[in-house]
């Protein structure tokens, strides 16, 4: 993809004194080797759990080649602005205590390819992380693609001085994911960033018919992995079949219907140890 | 007015000198423009190593990637399944190239962890699953399988060129390319060093729920921009039959009508539905053959669906691959052209 597909993108003001993220509180990463087991749906999650715990929250979306956080928030239309502090992130809400930022924003047409190499990319983080405009925010989560390349180590790179509280890895059981998320593990210990804990998402599947539950992708890998590697194991999800369905409906958006979901109540415990991991409280 | 070069990207400030030019980089014009160190220190002129590609590639016959927008849709299980049932017919020889560098599947899914790469005066060896079927992958290189390989772009692209250009990969009748989601420097690499030996076509893998088919259209973007023939779609992880009740259940569900509806939107073809199956997952975490495991079981069909066309395929139990999935992959060639005219 050229640049010229992309709208034409705001070019913030080149000198600022006070840098966006000086007013973001915590910044947790959300990450995992594997793709697929569910970074941008435990991200979603997680940002809108926390908003229900009353907190501001800015999701930062670095999946450039295969942005998905526009569509979890049903926020597929949605442009970003320009404004004289920088880019405008996208509210979900009139509160505005929901931001949102992603590539998937600067796209003309949502199934335009991005193909772009590594330098290209680089260059794209650091803009998000300079130039958008989030105001004061309790936490920013960052949803990133698969894997331990360009876009880990910008995002690690550049966020060095605001010291990140830390990552929260997200696998599924089977031994395949499992066998990358260690490799995402030895990331975190290699660049130094923290890990908060585990998340085992896609952990068994209740059959809505019989209520009998059958490990898809097999159980407890991830709590396993997480004794063995010494760091927290923060809570497994089950697949819920009803949650592609909630993302996908026309009308009203995820945002609103969450709360009725079946995951809401188990993400409650996850958010709250994500939290105390902060040093923070509810 | 900026030069007539092909090489002059639409997105350049004026006055350009093109990234292959001598003075990219480098001239008046390049101050300022964010690719100006790129252009300065990219190696100008053709790349040496395309002809020893060529002359590795020679002897392979066909060369498929597998490709896939989104992670986690079933890349390295496709590619497993669609080696292991190329390799069931002993005349044919197939290779499987992984070059997914960051998440590297492969040796954990054709059971060959813990095995290194061994190196000839006719360069490196793949390691062998059997006699016909070789894998190469960066899984095979590390000391510690948990060692995180934590390399941008450039390093990345230089081991797929390596894949290619110093594996004795010998003579193939299939190469299979297992790649990592997106759309960069891996897919990017893989179809420029092939592309003067020619890449057969590529088989896009997706499951049915509309996040992942959002990421499989920007997937066929890519092949379109680049001109890699789309041979289909595969659509994975489709519906789950509970093994207590029998009642299915949408896991993913394919609320704007999955990929079926997906490849009449944009004229590609469908290859078809590979339901879930528990069994597949676990075949791929011990590195067996599911299609060997479980033959004549709903997803064992499916592939075979997939891989070769039913009514022709079956010979003694055995689908008779060698023939068939020439002509199949022919046949979607010209499905493919007649879609696109």
Known sequence: ?282 | MAPAKEDVPADAPEHCPGTASDQAGKADSCAGCPNQQACATAPKGPDPSIPLINERMADVRHKILVLSGKGGVGKSTFTTNLAFALSLDDAVQVGIMDIDITGPSMPKMTGLEGETIHQSNTGWSPVYVSDNLGVMSVGFMLQNPDDAVIWRGPKKNGIIKQFLKDVDWGALDYLVVDTPPGTSDEHLSAVQYLKESGITGAVLVTTPQEISLQDVRKEIGFCRKVGVPIIGVVENMAGFVCPSCKHKSEIFAPTTGGAVKMCEDVGVPFLGSIPIDPRIGKSCDLGESYLDMYPGEAAYTAYMDVIASKETNYVEGRPRVLATVDTNLAMYFHRDTIVRR
């Open chain 1, 1 to 282: 993809m050229t640049d010229s597909s992309l709208n034409a993108a705001p070019t913030p003001p080149p000198d600022q004194d006070v840098s966006h993220l000086s007013k973001v509180k915590h910044i947790v990463l959300v990450l995992s080797g594997k793709g697929g087991v569910g970074k941008s749906t435990v991200t979603t999650e997680l940002a809108l759990s926390l908003v229900q715990m009353g907190k501001r929250v800015g999701v930062l979306d670095v999946d450039l080649t295969g942005p998905s956080i526009p569509k979890f928030f049903g926020l597929q239309d949605h442009k970003v602005h320009q404004a004289s502090t920088g880019w405008v992130p996208v509210y979900t809400n009139e509160s505005k205590s929901l931001a949102v930022m992603s590539l998937g924003f600067l796209l003309q047409n949502k199934d335009d390819a991005v193909i772009w190499r590594g330098p290209k990319k680089t260059a794209m983080i650091k803009q998000f992380l300079e130039d958008v405009a989030w105001g004061e925010l309790d936490y920013l989560l960052i949803d990133t693609p698969p894997g331990t390349s360009d876009e880990h180590l910008s995002v690690v790179e550049n966020l060095r001085e605001y010291k990140p509280d830390g990552a929260v890895i997200v696998t599924t059981p089977q031994a395949v994911a499992l066998a990358d998320v260690r490799k995402e593990l030895n990331f975190c210990r290699k660049v130094k960033l923290p890990i908060l804990g585990v998340v085992e998402n896609m952990s068994g599947f209740i059959c809505p018919h019989c209520q009998d539950c059958s490990d898809i992708f097999s159980k407890g890998g991830g709590e396993a992995m997480a004794t063995e590697f010494g760091v927290d194991f923060l809570g497994r999800v089950p697949i819920d079949p009803n949650l592609s369905t909630l993302i996908e409906k026309e009308g009203g958006t995820f945002s609103t219907r969450f709360a009725e979901s079946g995951i809401a109540p188990m993400f409650r415990d996850i958010t709250s140890a994500v939290i105390s991991k902060c040093g923070d409280s509810a």
